[in-house]
Nanobody, 124 residues
């Protein structure tokens, strides 16, 4: 079992930045691809970013390319999401996810482990 705990969410003005962290326990995340999903009110949960086991390959949904950066520190068992140039449409509950491949960790139905989520609110 892998337990995932997100932190770093909050309220920020448009154009600002936040860095989310996802701390894992139970197993080392070096065995997992990691990702972030988000869910805005009234909308479906969507895959935002993902990173493979060694950090050599990443995925970004088009709406966040050039603004968000995912990274991982396997020694600290932690994944990060740096979010810059935030927009009101980025407002959502952000979830950390773990699975055995990038393909799986970007597919909601194939994620093995979920965190509880951290709220990001961007004001205009």
């Amino acid at each position: 079992q892998v337990q995932l705990v997100e932190s770093g969410g909050g309220l920020v003005q448009a154009g600002g930045s936040l860095r989310l962290s996802c701390a894992a326990s139970g197993r080392t995340i070096s065995n997992y691809a990691m990702g972030w999903f988000r869910q805005a009110p009234g909308k479906e949960r969507e895959s935002v970013v993902a990173i493979n086991r060694n950090g050599g390959s990443t995925y970004y949904t088009s709406s966040v390319k050039g603004r968000f950066t995912i990274s991982r520190d396997n020694a600290k068992n932690t994944v990060y999401l740096q979010m810059n140039s935030l927009k009101p449409e980025d407002t959502a509950l952000y979830y950390c996810a773990a699975s055995t491949s990038v393909e799986r960790v970007t597919s909601q139905g194939r994620v093995d482990y979920w965190g509880q989520g951290t709220q990001v609110t961007v004001s205009s």
